[in-house]
């Protein structure tokens, strides 16, 4: 399934680990953690999950098709 809209919770922490991750996707302007507005999620699907899965707060969500 496709990952349709990417987000992050008011949970991060500001760790910079998904940034580590995903450049593509993920940045850090202040403190916490934003999907960039022209992010190309289709193209970076397995690096958003496995972003996801390691984010120590679970602060990442995605939404599948």
Known sequence: MAIKKVWITE???G???CVELC??????PDDLAVVKEDANI??????????AEECPVEAIKYEEE
């Open 42 to 51: 289709g193209m970076y699907e397995e690096k958003i999950k496995e972003a």
């Open 15 to 17: 760790c910079e680990l």
């Open 23 to 28: 450049p593509e996707v993920f940045t850090i």
């Open 11 to 13: 949970d991060c922490t």
